[in-house]
């Protein structure tokens, strides 16, 4: 019996490749699936659309497959792209690892969701993809309605909110002022009126930071650049991969130690963590002392002596790089909730930058740029305000000012923020009681099924994908993790759809 149902995505990125992907490999359907998706970067994101190809993915290509189980897919599709163009692209100078361009990658999003909308096309599925604004949804006893802003409406039995991050925080009220940059993507775009003499700083030092200075430089700019921030945390920079294999520090191995109780203690996860660490010859002591040392380590030392350590041999950042992702969505729900709050205020940023890397190679360009004295990193920001006589003052806790010619905004959405565009959808959902707030951000879930909950309830027609989980998992955005939850929300989908279609079979002998 074909299942016959009705699955609405709202928003189009990354994420939804990903789930597209986990059900056109899955034995449910034939049914309908519909993407309401505004934007022009369809499949793209915001971080993957055409743009230059100086920007960089920042992991290896065995972390960046959509398809659940194949590590290697995204790879096999770099190797045929090399022999169609000739040219092997992204790989590091130093680890010789490869780091795709992004846009790039987009491509490979692009024919990854067009690829898996064929495969269910070709089995039956009804597939509309939607250039509209989903703005608001109501709650059906067996259905969702969304509307978009056009006025139109549909009726699903499943709906997944997949709608991305927010775009970068105008701290300092700076919109509208000559010369600054509230969005820097895409890069080609947005730097291109930058004079090469002219002095440009950066809000922020994490990744996106990082992506405005090598652009910069890719495009011969001479003058002086300043990352400003109020911490000075550069991302961390990624060793020489290596095959890590978790033993302990899995979701079964501590669903297992959780097993019978209500909460889990962050001891319970710490003598897990040492047994993967000592099972591995690794030292968890040592790890604990990058994060906890972080702000006490000049920024350029810090990124000196991680370019020095990108070929150890020691295991420990590389044991924490796979496990946050892979295990990190299925511990952080079992946590006790004063030590959420204790691992969210006191290490948060610093465990993102240590499991969010940049490419060595890209590390070494940014020390080169120091010693050269061409860039500055500055910490303790308090003020970056328009000049009365053009461009822009900065100050600095230590009393370091200057003045800037321009200013681009790097600083990244507050991790779990409803993005603006999808705030009026998310309202309605909350007013009608079909989702509630998670106080770390975004909104509640299951963490089996990432179904949305209200007063603890899972709903089984409405469902969570990325950011929009990021209070209830912690780690949502990393594309080992969207697949990972792809797999879980189509199982809870197909199982629920089973079972109903079981209950209506049963009943309707006895109606007749």
Known sequence: ???????????????????????????????????????????????YQVDTETLRV??????????????????????????????????????????????????????????????????????DIIGEAVTSAARLPDQVVLRTGAGASRAFDYVVLSVGGDSPKDVYGLGGTPGFVGDPYPVSGTLEDIGEDEHVAVIGSGLTAVDIVLSLVSRGHQGPVSLLSRRGVLPGVRQRPVHVELRHLTPDRLHGTARGRRELALEDVAAVMRAEFRDAGADLDAVIHEIIRVDLEDPVDRLRRQIDEVDSPRMGLRILQRAVPETGPDVWPMLREAEKIQILRAHYRTIMSLCCPMPPGSAA??????????????????????????????????????????????????????????????????????ASRHPHGGLQLARATSRLTSNGRPDPRLYGLGNIAAGALFFTFGIPSLVDRSQDIVAAILEHSATVQAARGEAEPVAA
């Open 1 to 47: 019996m074909s299942s016959g149902i009705s699955i609405g995505v709202v928003g189009g990125g990354a994420a939804t490749v990903c789930l597209i992907d986990a059900l056109a490999r899955s034995d449910g359907g034939p049914g309908g699936i519909t993407v309401f998706e505004p934007s022009p970067h369809l499949w793209r994101g915001r971080a």
């Open 58 to 127: 920042n992991a290896p290509p065995d972390d960046m497959s959509v398809r659940a189980g194949d590590p290697g897919h995204f790879e096999r599709w770099l190797e045929t792209r090399d022999r169609v163009t000739g040219v092997r692209q992204g790989v590091d100078r130093m680890s010789g690892a490869r780091f795709a361009p992004r846009p790039v990658y987009g491509a490979y999003l692009e024919e990854s969701a067009y690829a898996a909308l064929g495969e269910l096309r070709r089995r039956g599925w009804r597939v």
């Open 365 to 434: 360009v940014l020390l080169e740029l120091v010693e050269a004295g061409q860039l500055e990193m500055f910490s303790g920001l308090l003020d970056v305000a328009p000049s009365e006589e053009g461009g822009f003052d900065v100050l600095a806790a230590d009393g370091t000012a200057f003045r800037a010619d321009r200013v681009i905004s790097a600083v990244n959405a507050a991790e779990g923020r409803v993005p603006a565009g999808a705030l009026s959808l998310v309202t309605s959902l909350i007013r009608a009681r079909a």
